[in-house]
DNA sequence: GCCC
DNA sequence: CAGTACG
DNA sequence: GGGCCGATACTG
């Protein structure tokens, strides 16, 4: 009886939404029979397009016969390669850009294929004149705006579905990312990284890594920060002074889910679940229009069935029970509170708690807090907020500046998120370096002595090693604490890295980031034989006994780029990295 | 939490 | 050692 | 059902 009732209930509940999503929920893929020319596509975003296809009433076939109603590929190329030109040109099949898809799928009901058409002339190899007509978009053509594009568009009429699922799916990078690519295309790129590591399955992407380009950001990066005059030297013409931070059209998700994850995290200690929701949330602010339907985004990567769920409550109810359910909880919400100060995680928030403390006011109270925690919760307001991109831009001129008096030749700059391009940040990461491979020992001690000496840097947080020349650690300096923003007394967290010069392009990407980034990097690192750290790329062997070693000795790379190369991984500018 |  | 932090 | 970054690096 009962679970009659619920059945029906349930079933009632599916109409209900097949209802309100009116025919976006309607098999509006049914009758078609593809075949998926996979040249050049990621297999990630192939398996989302087939998966969709099937769920929407489509099927997709293994091999190409005549009687396919759809023939999907990236290019005329790929798929005259695969199926034949003369074939396809006997045949009545559709052969249709993967974009006609994406776009349907953003649109939520089947498109006219006009434009999408991938024209199959006689034999003439002219391709670029296919459906040109109405948009500038080439076959290959959006796989180069990317990004950019997709940071500005506001309106999608210049951004191809292709454009922001490229970036959402960054997730199937792992495989085979181009493997019908010509390896040629990429082959002595970059003259000086001879072969070290396996395959370089290289991305069409490129071009942006070759040895000028990089040489010259490398010289760009390392500009050391010209006396004075912060002006136009600009030793960092990486970063846009737009700032790429793209509009989020999906607040009314990725707020509650960052709130959750905030919890799950900083409260509960639930660090996986947490980042389920991190990764999901990245993925749900890069969508060019505002979800308002669960349709819209079935199959997307790291939304699954859950969030899901959680999404379609969000849209049809406005509300978010799992989170409402956790804020209602009072010890969640003083466990989140706690776990929000620098320092104090799930587990000292949870000590905190069990004392009967409850407010901020009360732990100011406690003395069993860490140097370091009390510091944050002394200045728990300021640290937790953002600062604006132009000032983190003076700040760091001031670092720079201070910097080279004390060390000519320096090279200091800003990762973390700012290099990123965000127009807002938590926090300044300096990565430094010095190019004669020496100059740097010992730095770091004399920057912050000078540097609270003219009372920008206030309080320490954490010292790293001073500087040992041993062989156990890799010399790499840290330090975190406050700084003030001249003329304010407000405190914001900062964070140095001194590298040495052989480690300084590792340094740089970890701390550049973002967080997601690293862990792809290091586990297709790991995929590949190697161990990936902020301070080198080193092989793994197998020793006499089967044991697994790291060896001591890095891949050596010289600049972002090579690294970037030798995993194998397509290039990515700073701004592009907000994965 | 997601994904294999 | 556990806990916390960093991208 | 098991993995999920780092043989992280620092604090106490």
């Known amino acids: 009886m009962k679970v009659e009732k619920k059945k029906r209930k349930r079933a009632a509940q599916e109409e209900e939404e097949e209802e309100e999503d009116g025919e976006l929920g309607d098999l509006y893929f049914r009758g078609i029979a593809a075949y ?37 590929a990236a290019s005329v190329e790929t798929v005259t390669d695969k199926c034949g030109r003369r074939k396809l040109k006997k045949s009545k099949t559709n052969v249709l850009k993967y974009t006609w898809i994406e776009d349907c799928l953003k649109a939520g009901k089947c ?31 959006p796989e180069k705006a990317v990004s950019s594009s997709l940071q500005k568009l506001t309106s999608s009429e210049r951004a191809t579905t292709s454009d922001w699922m490229q970036i959402i799916n960054e997730g199937g990078e792992m495989g085979v990312v181009s493997k019908g690519l010509h390896k040629k295309e990429t082959e002595g790129v970059c003259v000086n990284c ?33 006396d004075a005059a912060p002006g136009p ?16 059209l999906n607040a009314h998700i990725t707020g509650p889910f960052s709130e959750i994850k905030d919890i799950y995290k900083e409260a509960l200690g639930d ?13 749900l602010e890069k969508v060019p229009f505002k979800i308002t339907s669960v349709n819209q985004i079935k199959g997307f990567p790291t939304i699954g069935k859950s969030l899901m769920e959680s999404i379609h409550e969000i849209l049809s109810t406005g509300r978010f029970s799992k989170l409402e359910h956790l804020k209602n909880d009072n010890k969640v919400r003083v466990l989140a509170l706690f776990g929000s100060v620098w320092g104090i995680g799930p587990a000292t928030a949870q000590r905190l708690y069990d004392k009967g403390l409850r407010t901020l006011e009360e732990l100011k109270t406690d003395n069993t807090l860490t140097p370091p925690q009390r510091i944050g919760l002394m200045f728990h307001n300021d640290i937790i907020t953002k600062i604006p991109r ?41 990565v430094i370096t010095h190019p004669d491979g020496h100059s740097h020992t010992g730095f770091l001690h004399e920057l912050v002595r000078k540097l609270k000496s003219e009372d920008f840097l206030t309080e320490d947080l954490r010292i790293g090693i001073e500087h040992s020349t041993e062989g156990t650690d890799h010399g790499v300096d840290t330090w975190f604490g406050l700084c003030k923003y001249p003329g304010r007394e407000m405190r914001h967290r900062v964070d140095f890295k001194v590298y040495p010069f052989d480690q300084y392009p590792f340094g740089l990407i970890a701390w550049t980031g973002n967080d997601i980034l ?48 030798k995993l194998g991984f397509p290039w990515l500018e700073p701004h592009e990295r907000n994965l």
């Not at 001879?194 to 990066?221: F, I, P, R, V, W």
């Not at 660090?271 to 993925?283: E, G, P, T």
């Not at 750290?533 to 050596?556: E, F, M, Q, R, W």
């Open 36 to 72: 998926f020319v996979e040249t050049g596509i990621q297999p990630r975003r192939l398996q989302i397009w087939k998966q969709k296809l099937l769920q929407l009433g489509g099927v997709v076939e293994d091999h190409w016969s005549e009687h396919l109603s759809h023939v999907f």
């Open 111 to 141: 498109l006219p294929i006009d434009s999408y058409v991938l024209d199959i002339l006689p034999e003439n190899r002219s391709v670029s004149r296919n459906s040109t007509e109405n948009s500038g978009l080439r076959d290959n053509a």
């Open 194 to 226: 001879e072969g070290g590591l396996h395959n370089t399955q290289g991305a069409s992407s490129e071009e942006d890594c070759d040895m000028k380009n990089e040489a010259e950001a490398s010289s760009a990066e390392l500009a050391p920060a010209r």
């Open 233 to 248: 030297v600009d030793s960092l013409k990486n970063e846009p002074e737009a700032g790429y931070t793209p509009p989020n």
């Open 271 to 283: 660090d996986r679940r947490a980042f389920s929701y991190y990764k999901a949330l990245s993925v």
């Open 390 to 430: 132009h000032e983190i831009k003076e700040m760091e001129a001031i670092v720079q500046k201070s910097g080279s008096e004390l060390c000519p030749g320096i090279s200091i700059m800003c990762g973390g998120s700012y290099r990123r391009g965000k127009a807002l940040s938590g926090d300044m990461d300096f």
């Open 518 to 565: 690293n862990r792809r990097l290091r586990l297709l690192a790991e995929a590949k034989g190697y161990s990936l750290d902020d301070h080198g790329l080193y092989p793994i062997v197998t020793d006499a006994n089967g044991g697994k070693v790291k060896l001591s000795v890095s891949v050596p790379c010289k600049s972002e780029c090579e690294v970037f190369e």
